[in-house]
T-cell receptor, first 115, second 113 residues
Framework: DGGITQSPKYLFRKEGQNVTLSCEQNLNHDAMYWYRQDPGQGLRLIYYSQIVNDFQKGDIAEGYSVSREKKESFPLTVTSAQKNPTAFYLC??????????????FGPGTRLTVL | DQQVKQNSPSLSVQEGRISILNCDYTNSMFDYFLWYKKYPAEGPTFLISISSIKDKNEDGRFTVFLNKSAKHLSLHIVPSQPGDSAVYFCAASDIQGAQKLVFGQGTRLTINP
C-alpha cells in the first residue's frame, strides 16, 4: 500500500558526525518536505523539493543538506554545523501539480539524538 | 515572527463533552487552513481543512470554523473520545493548496474518562 517511509525510527550519533535520514514515498507525489519538531514548538520547514533535481531552503536550513535525485527519495543530511540537531524529524509529500485543497502526507518520523 | 499561533499549550476535556481548539493567524494572505492530529513519536495525520471562501466545514465529529475578520479558526470535536487525546496542529497556506504550510505550536488535548 502507498505511503511514506522514514528510517530508522531512532538514530543516535556522536557530536561532530554527519548523519543522513532516509525518506521514501511511493505515492507518486511531486513535492517532498523535511520538517523538524522540537518540544513545545510546531513543525518548522527545513527544505522542500517540488521536482527532481531541484530544492529550496525552508525557514531553518542552516546545518542541513538535501538531494533529490529520484522522485521517490528525499534524504536529509544533518551536518556537524547544525548547532542543536537533537529533534524529531518528519518527512512529508504532496501531489503539487494540479492539486488544490489537498493536504501534505507525513511519514512516521525519525528521532535523532546526538550524544 | 509566529504567523500561526495556538495560544493554549494544553486542554483537558471530559469524555463526551465538546473540545474546542483555537488558532490565530496574522498573515491576511492565508486562505487555506488545515488541522492535523499527532500522537507521540508518530507523524501527523490530516483531520480537516477549510478554504477562505467558507466559514465552516464539517466531517463527522469534527467541525472547523473560520472567522476571517478576526483571523481566527477553531476546531470543535463533539463528542470527545479517549482516542482524541493527542497534539493538534493548525496550519495555514497562502495559496489554494497545501504546497507550503506554516504550522502553529500545537495544543495537547487530553480527554478524561
Amino acid at each position: 500500500d502507498g505511503g511514506i517511509t522514514q528510517s530508522p525510527k531512532y538514530l543516535f550519533r556522536k557530536e561532530g558526525q554527519n548523519v543522513t535520514l532516509s525518506c521514501e514515498q511511493n505515492l507518486n507525489h511531486d513535492a517532498m518536505y523535511w520538517y523538524r519538531q522540537d518540544p513545545g514548538q510546531g513543525l518548522r520547514l527545513i527544505y522542500y523539493s517540488q521536482i527532481v533535481n531541484d530544492f529550496q531552503k525552508g525557514d531553518i536550513a542552516e546545518g542541513y543538506s538535501v538531494s533529490r535525485e529520484k522522485k521517490e527519495s528525499f534524504p536529509l543530511t544533518v551536518t556537524s554545523a547544525q548547532k542543536n540537531p537533537t529533534a524529531f524529524y518528519l518527512c512529508a509529500s504532496y501531489p503539487w501539480r494540479g492539486s488544490s485543497y489537498n493536504e501534505q502526507f507525513f511519514g512516521p518520523g525519525t528521532r535523532l539524538t546526538v550524544l | 515572527d509566529q504567523q500561526v499561533k495556538q495560544n493554549s499549550p494544553s486542554l483537558s476535556v471530559q469524555e463526551g463533552r465538546i473540545s474546542i481548539l483555537n488558532c490565530d493567524y496574522t498573515n491576511s494572505m492565508f486562505d487555506y487552513f488545515l488541522w492535523y492530529k499527532k500522537y507521540p513519536a508518530e507523524g501527523p495525520t490530516f483531520l480537516i481543512s477549510i478554504s477562505s471562501i467558507k466559514d465552516k466545514n464539517e466531517d463527522g465529529r469534527f467541525t472547523v470554523f473560520l472567522n476571517k475578520s478576526a483571523k481566527h479558526l477553531s476546531l470543535h470535536i463533539v463528542p470527545s473520545q479517549p482516542g482524541d487525546s493527542a497534539v493538534y496542529f493548525c496550519a495555514a497556506s497562502d495559496i489554494q493548496g497545501a504546497q507550503k504550510l506554516v504550522f502553529g505550536q500545537g495544543t495537547r488535548l487530553t480527554i478524561n474518562p
